[in-house]
């Protein structure tokens, strides 16, 4: 059974850089798309950046666009999301998750299997 797990996230100063990962079960790590979605408080989930299965095409946001980097390490069937310059703003529930397939997407009901979730905190 396909199953995501993120870790790493925590409290930072604004400013400050913080990378979450997540790690995923499949014996097919490269038919996934992954992607980052997060929930600030009081707001829907969004997305934030995906990477496609071979790792050659990236999305991001415009809200993190230049800030953050997502990148995918297939030897250990994980993808990290590198989180620099962060902002009050940035503070949400960040989750993982894969998609079907190696295209990139960047809508919530695109993706198939999804994480619990790890919390980001800036301080301002």
Known sequence: QVQ?????GGL???GGS???SCAMTTVAFSAYCMGWFRKR?????????AISGDGAKRSYADSVKG????????????VHLQMDSLKSDDTAVYYCA???????????SQYDYWGEGTQVTVSS
């Open 67 to 78: 800030r953050f980097t997502v990148n995918r390490d297939s030897a250990k069937n994980t």
């Open 98 to 108: 894969a998609k079907r397939g190696p295209l990139l997407a960047t809508m919530t």
């Open 12 to 14: 930072v100063q604004a």
């Open 41 to 49: 408080p009081g707001e829907e989930r969004e997305f934030v950046a």
């Open 4 to 8: 995501v797990a993120e870790s790493g």
């Open 18 to 20: 913080l990378r979450v």
